[in-house]
C-alpha cells in the first residue's frame, strides 16, 4: 500500500541553523512522483518541488534542497540558514504513475518553526 | 487575479444553514480539486472533477455537494452540517488529472459550524 512517513511532528531551531525535514514513502509501483509542500499560517499550501521516480538528481533551490535515495525510500527536504519566514508546516506526498483514479496520498507534516 | 482564488475566506454558519464555496483558477488547467483539513489530521481528499466531470467522490456525506460547471470554477455547496465538518476548506487545480502533475492550491476556506 502507499504511505508517506513524516515521523518529525514539530521541529523547531534558532535562525540562520540548517534543517532537515525527513519524509519515508512506500510504494510498489516503479513509475512515481514525490512532492513538497509548503503550509505558512496563512493556510495556502504552496508547491516547492516535483521529482520523479526515474531521477535520482538531487535538486537544489536557493536555500532549499532536496535528497531523494530510492534505496532508502527517502525524499528528504533541507533548509540552509533558514529564516523566521520559512516557519511553516511542510508536506510530503507521493502519487502513482499516470492512472487516472490517482490520489496523492499525504504525509502528516512537520511543523518548521524557526526562531528569532 | 492569478492563480487560486477561493471566497468565502471564513464562514461561519449554523448547522440549519445553506450556504457554498467558490473556487475560481485561473491557470487553465482542467483538473480540480476539494479538500479537507482538519486539526491533527492529514489532509482528505474530498471530491475531484477532471474536464468539469466529477471522477472521485471520497466517501463524502451527502450534505456535502460539489459543482464544476467550467474548469475554472468550483462550488462546494453545504446544507444541514455537523460541527464536526468544522474545518479549513481547500480547493486546488492542477493541469491534468494524472500523478505526473503538482497542484497548486488556494488559500482556503475557514469554515465554523456552530
Given amino acids: ?116 | 487575479e492569478t492563480g487560486v482564488t477561493q471566497t468565502p475566506r471564513h464562514l461561519v454558519m449554523g448547522m440549519t444553514n445553506k450556504k457554498s464555496l467558490k473556487c475560481e483558477q485561473h491557470l487553465g488547467h482542467n483538473a480540480m480539486y476539494w479538500y479537507k483539513q482538519s486539526a491533527k489530521k492529514p489532509l482528505e481528499l474530498m471530491f475531484v472533477y477532471s474536464l468539469e466531470e466529477r471522477v472521485e467522490n471520497n466517501s463524502v456525506p451527502s450534505r456535502f455537494s460539489p459543482e464544476c460547471p467550467n474548469s475554472s470554477h468550483l462550488f462546494l455547496h453545504l446544507h444541514t452540517l455537523q460541527p464536526e465538518d468544522s474545518a479549513l476548506y481547500l480547493c486546488a487545480s492542477s493541469r491534468y488529472h494524472t500523478g505526473a502533475y503538482e497542484q497548486y492550491f488556494g488559500p482556503g476556506t475557514r469554515l465554523t459550524v456552530t
Avoid: H
Fill in chain 1, 1 to 116: 500500500a502507499q504511505k508517506v512517513t513524516q515521523a518529525q511532528t514539530e521541529i523547531s531551531v534558532v535562525e540562520k541553523e540548517d534543517v532537515t525535514l525527513d519524509c519515508v514513502y512506500e510504494t510498489r509501483d516503479t513509475t512515481y512522483y514525490l512532492f513538497w509542500y509548503k503550509q505558512p499560517p496563512s493556510g495556502e499550501l504552496v508547491f516547492l518541488i516535483r521529482r520523479n521516480s526515474f531521477d535520482e538528481q538531487n535538486e537544489i533551490s536557493g536555500r532549499y534542497s532536496w535528497n531523494f535515495q530510492k534505496s532508502t525510500s527517502s525524499f528528504n527536504f533541507t533548509i540552509t540558514a533558514s529564516q523566521v519566514v520559512d516557519s511553516a508546516v511542510y508536506f510530503c506526498a507521493l502519487s502513482e504513475g499516470m492512472d487516472s483514479n490517482y490520489q496523492l496520498i499525504w504525509g502528516a507534516g512537520t511543523k518548521l518553526i524557526i526562531k528569532p
